[in-house]
Nanobody
């Protein structure tokens, strides 16, 4: 099974930037996708961005233009660069991964980001943005 470890959370002022890293270990299937989801105590887990093995990317409308996702396959690392952070971005950020699947279409990517949560999760890293 794949194991995920997140790094890079913290407390910042509004308008700041943060970069989150997710390092995967264990067997990575040829078909796979990784992504970032976030959650606050009063809300369900929300999809932020995801990337599949072919570098197909889906980004949530709520963060589009501010957050970017990328991966370094050689290092089994997925990066979430967050800019112009706002207080509403405050959440626990989780790295997720699904093995044996990828994005077969734009609609499929949206479904996998927003509805079909992946099977593997990291422990999460806290991001706090103060105004």
């Amino acid at each position: 099974a794949v194991q995920l470890a997140e790094f890079g959370g913290g407390s910042v002022q509004a308008g700041s930037s943060l970069t989150l890293s997710c390092v995967a270990s264990g067997y990575i299937f040829p078909n796979h996708y990784f992504g970032w989801w976030r959650q606050t105590p009063d809300k369900e887990r929300e999809g932020v961005a995801a990337i599949d093995k072919d570098d197909k990317i889906i980004v949530a409308d709520s963060v589009k233009g501010r957050f970017t996702i990328s991966q370094d396959s050689a290092k089994n690392t997925v990066i979430l660069r967050m800019t112009n952070l706002q207080p509403e971005d405050t959440a626990m950020y989780y790295c997720g991964a699904e093995m044996g699947s990828r994005f077969y279409s734009d609609a499929d990517a949206r479904r996998k980001l927003h509805r079909d949560l992946p099977a593997a999760w990291g422990q999460g890293t806290q991001v706090i943005v103060s105004s």
